[in-house]
């Protein structure tokens, strides 16, 4: 595919009927190989193996509802005690990180309460802690790890 601004992972890719796929490591399954989802893979891998967070605590694009709507994060790395503890939105490449992408992830958060959030687009990464009291955030440096 094409490089990214994360640690080189070692990631399964295969060709079915011609089209490119990539294994999802916490869903367990063959994925259509899109930008997003190849920045997805790659932010799984990066909070596996650089943050230390076990795959059995890694959640992908899973349903919640928000004012009522469905709609699906991309990633939310829990705590031991399986609450959510890093909220992660993942955009492709191409995708400028603008503020409709932190808007979008503080919707998301308002149901699921994580104190920490990753917004990446493969290239850029932004990190920030959640005050829920002041509802402000803080960028981070990095994120903590599990």
Known sequence: M???NFPEFEIKVKLKQN????????????????????????????L??????????????????????????????CNAAQKPFVLVECKAPQVPINQAVFDQLAHYNLVLKSPYCMVTNGLNHYYCSMNFENQSLQFLESLPSY
């Open 2 to 4: 094409f490089a990214l």
């Open 19 to 46: 089209k490119p796929y990539v294994f999802d490591v916490v869903r367990k399954k063959w994925l259509f190989l899109t930008p997003e989802e190849w920045v997805r893979s790659h932010c799984i891998q990066y």
């Open 48 to 77: 596996h193996h650089h943050k230390e967070f076990p795959l059995s605590l890694l959640r992908v694009e899973q349903q919640l509802s928000v004012y009522g709507q469905p709609k699906r994060f991309d990633i939310v790395a």
